[in-house]
């Protein structure tokens, strides 16, 4: 790769590839409210690394926080670096330039620190693509003092194994106090001029910090886990998740960057709160963000008047796992929607549950702009909703759906997964049978024309969930599934789409896998895999030979029943929530026993609030036991 | 009441679309505190109307909006407030309140005017150049062939060309060129070089082109106006 000054890059990228590529507004970087700092006062510089395209990485919340809370410091600087799409991969490659930062058109390779945030299992190829681009070793062990620490966060550090030869230090759980630690120590270090090495070791003395190369693992014959430890004194055995105990005070951006280009999430997003204790056994998420804490009233009313007035967007978006839980949501939306009905600036809840929606709310939202109905029953019949934990009942869905059906709303969306344990004939009869009943609200509310949608997804046991133990379905049993629904699903009313069961594969064994994927993702990556969330880019054929190659059995992570004393990849890091109640969540569900959520009927002892000295936080006069 | 924008695109702002154009103004107005006016229904849009589109990559010295308010305000006003909120590359130049029924920018746009940068691949003599652009304009038909969202359409660019002039430098050709907009269409002046090229057989590196439009025009009898000249 050559040598190219920010100049010489900033002249051949909008000259010789820009106007060739498709949307070349994700390559500019001069976006409102992009911070632009001096390159030569900052003590520590990051590239902000989103593996995947601009108009998706600019559409998260977290990188949001995270650049405006970084750049608050006078003394770090952070830019941003997307997944640059295949055409503009090309043209680099073809031009000979290097991966480069979107505000000062520096090489990647020149920052101190790049940090990836890990959103998803589909996008790790493309972390290697990236450090590829920029020209740093993709092997931790091959960097030298020259290269920038690669850094790691986000929802799938929680499992870090199959990354584990590719990042330097993972952190996990929130950041907003966490990555300004380790900042600080990155600028101590350069100061003193630390090698790396020491700077690795110091590292893990973060609270939250994983530096994988100082843990040694052993396989047993059979594949499975032996042992996994610290290779050095005075390293952790096991590394527990930072989390932000107030998250009212919390850094919370009053600007955020306004892109040129529509991007997918194109509005404000206020950040109601964090957490969910609702207990859906298949939900990473809801496991991970542990426990509750919502903003204050008062708080949200002022970001979104600051954020409103910094990036002039005509749409604030009430974000969460689960906003219709909000104990506020009411008074929130109300006072929104009336301080800007006038101004053509409308409200949106992207998440709503069926039994806390109510339909004087949605009316609320829907007084400035219309927004779609989704809801997601998860499965088609009450039993396969109590192994879930769902706790929603058909009763909820259709009252719901007629209040909607009655007050204009024409379509409704329906989101299942298929492939949950003990799933049977039944539940798949009963996606079908639900969807018509929900239709038929359409004739009690006087309206012929509705539309249902109902998509299925195939379900991923996932890391730190109580269905981690589960095996996953086989993809031939799935497709004969979906091959089912589509045929059950046949009626004017309804539509039917479904995630491709492959992609949902690969997924399970990245999402479950170990240490030696590492060498699976390198081959993939070489033979030209990238992108492989995106369908026109997935090549499932050149995982399988990569696969091959490496000698791994990609059945033996995905569709294989753990047990529950096997000591699993991703043990060593800790949610918070305990083994013991995964384990016990797990016997409930087989069972069909539900667990109802601890904001209503007091703590359930999942561990999070004694085991990270935090509480739940309901702004709402109600606060649960714990 | 409605106001009429020039307002210029510069480098920096050379890849914001035509459509992206339009959010970009809003946000700014809104952040500038400017009452918008409003479509109805479900899905409120501000009323912005520009004029003819410009390619995606190209700079302009003079672009014009037309924008509804909500409210009175003085174009003076209304430029201070709204330059301060505008993404750099968006320079304003001139504001005028608009009377009521003035014609919309699409219906009297009819002459857009380019300068255009080309590298060479090699040496082309000044000569060589203004007999091929002789030649060049001496044809009655010139054919070529848009492939677009509706398929491949086979168009005469001649009727659209009223003037084209170039000059030779070491490294680059400069094409000074006025394109008519008419009730058929227009030409792009990418597509313009493409085709000159291959009748000229010129050396010409293509892909770098550098386009800037120097103004968009209301040509008539009287000779050439501003759609500001009017108001």
Excluded at chain 2, 87 to 108: D, F, Q, Y
Excluded at chain 2, 174 to 203: C, N
Aim: glycine share 8%.
């Amino acid at each position: 790769m050559r040598e190219l000054t920010p100049e010489q890059i900033r002249d051949v990228v909008e000259t010789r590839i820009l106007p060739k590529v498709l949307k070349p507004g994700r390559y500019l970087g001069n976006e409102w409210n992009s911070v632009h700092k001096d390159w030569s006062r900052a003590g520590v510089r990051m590239a902000f690394a989103f593996p995947d395209v601009y108009e998706v990485g600019m559409s998260h919340l977290g990188t949001r926080i995270l650049y405006h809370l970084v750049n608050s410091y006078d003394r770090y600087l952070l830019e941003r670096v997307f997944a640059p799409w295949v055409d503009m991969e090309e043209g680099m490659r073809k031009h000979e330039v290097p991966l480069f930062s979107l505000e000062s058109y520096r090489p990647v390779r020149e920052f101190d620190l790049v940090g990836f945030t890990l959103q998803y299992e589909m996008s790790f190829s493309n972390i290697l693509n990236m450090l590829d681009l920029s020209g740093i070793p993709l092997r931790s062990a091959e960097r030298d003092e020259e290269d920038p620490l690669v850094i790691a966060g986000g929802p799938c550090a929680y499992n870090p194994e199959p990354l584990a030869d590719f990042i330097d230090v993972f952190l996990i759980g929130e950041s907003e106090e966490q990555l300004p630690e380790f900042l600080e120590l990155v600028r101590q270090a350069k100061e003193q001029g630390l090698p790396r090495r020491e700077v690795l070791t110091r590292a893990a003395g973060i609270g939250g910090a994983y530096v994988p190369s100082l843990y040694t693992v052993e396989y047993r014959e059979d594949g499975r886990l032996k042992s996994f430890q610290p290779a050095l004194a005075g390293i952790p055995a096991v590394i527990t998740k930072r989390v932000v105990k107030d998250l009212d005070r919390s850094f919370f951006p009053d600007r955020a960057i306004v892109p040129n280009m529509e991007i997918v999430h194109d509005r404000v997003m206020l950040e109601v709160l964090r957490g969910c204790s609702r207990g859906c056994r298949f939900c990473q998420a809801g496991m991970l963000y542990r426990p509750v804490r919502e903003r204050r009233p008062e708080t949200l009313l002022k970001q979104a008047r600051e954020l409103i007035s910094s990036t002039g967007y005509n749409e604030i978006s009430l974000t969460s796992l689960s906003t219709g839980d909000y104990t506020c949501v009411q008074p929130v939306v109300k006072s929104l929607v009336e301080e800007y009905r006038d101004k053509g600036v409308g409200v949106s809840l992207p998440s709503l549950r069926i039994d806390s929606f109510d339909v004087g709310l949605a009316e609320e939202v829907q007084k400035v702009r219309k927004t779609g109905l989704t809801f997601a029953p998860e499965a088609g019949t009450q039993r396969l909703r109590d192994v879930i934990n769902k706790n929603v009942t058909e009763e909820d869905l259709l009252r719901t759906a007629q209040a909607a059906f009655s007050k204009g709303w024409s379509s409704i969306k329906l989101y299942f997964m298929i492939g949950l344990p003990t799933e049977e004939q039944a539940d798949l009869d009963g996606i079908a049978a639900l969807a018509k009943k929900v239709a038929d609200q359409g004739l009690g509310a006087g309206r012929r024309n509705v539309t249902i949608t109902v998509s299925t997804s195939s379900f991923v046991p996932k890391a730190h969930t109580p269905f981690q133990w589960e095996p996953q379905e086989p993809i031939t049993s799935l497709r004969a599934k979906q091959e089912y629904l589509r045929e059950k699903l046949r009626d004017r009313r309804l539509r039917y789409n479904w995630h491709d069961a492959e992609t949902s594969f690969l997924e399970g064994v990245f999402a479950k896998g170990d240490r030696r994927l590492g060498k699976v993702l390198e081959l993939a990556w070489s033979k030209g895999c990238r992108f492989d969330g995106w369908s026109e880019h997935f090549k499932f054929s050149r995982w399988l030979e990569a696969l091959k190659e490496a000698g791994l059995d990609p059945h033996f992570y995905a569709n294989r029943a753990l047990e529950y004393d096997e000591l699993l990849p991703w043990d060593h890091i800790d949610s918070g929530v305990s083994k013991q109640h995964l384990a016990g969540e797990h016997q409930r569900a087989m069972r069909g026993i539900t667990t109802i959520d601890c904001r209503h009927l007091g703590c359930y002892a999942c561990g999070v609030c004694p085991e990270l000295d935090v509480s739940v936080e309901l702004k709402g006069g109600v606060v649960g036991e714990n | 009441m409605k106001i009429r924008v020039a307002f210029a695109k510069e480098d920096e702002a050379k890849f914001i679309g035509h459509l992206d154009l339009t959010r970009v103004f809003e946000r700014a107005m809104r952040r500038a505190g400017i009452p918008m006016a409003f479509s109805e229904g479900f899905n409120p849009h501000p009323k912005l109307a520009f004029g003819s589109a410009l390619a995606l990559g190209a700079t302009s010295l003079r672009e014009y909006v037309d924008i509804e308010l909500a409210g009175e305000m003085l174009p003076s006003e209304f430029m201070h407030r709204l330059q301060g909120q505008l993404p750099r590359g968006l320079t304003l130049l001139e504001a005028k309140e608009l009377p009521a029924h003035t014609k919309a920018l699409m219906a009297v746009l009819n002459c857009a005017g380019y300068r255009v940068r080309v590298p060479l691949l090699l040496p082309l003599a000044q000569e060589k150049l203004e007999s091929v652009l002789e030649r060049f304009l001496e044809q009655e038909s010139i054919g070529y062939v848009r492939y677009s969202k509706k398929g491949r359409q086979e168009k005469n660019l001649r009727p659209f060309i009223r003037s084209l002039r170039g000059r030779v430098s070491s490294e680059y050709l400069e094409l000074e060129m006025e394109i008519d907009i008419t009730e058929q269409g227009s030409i792009k002046p990418l597509e313009l070089v493409g085709v000159l090229r291959e009748f000229g057989e010129l050396p010409l590196d293509v892909d770098g082109i550098r386009v800037h439009r120097t103004g968009i025009y209301i040509r008539g009898e009287e000779g050439v106006k501003s759609p500001l000249d009017q108001v």
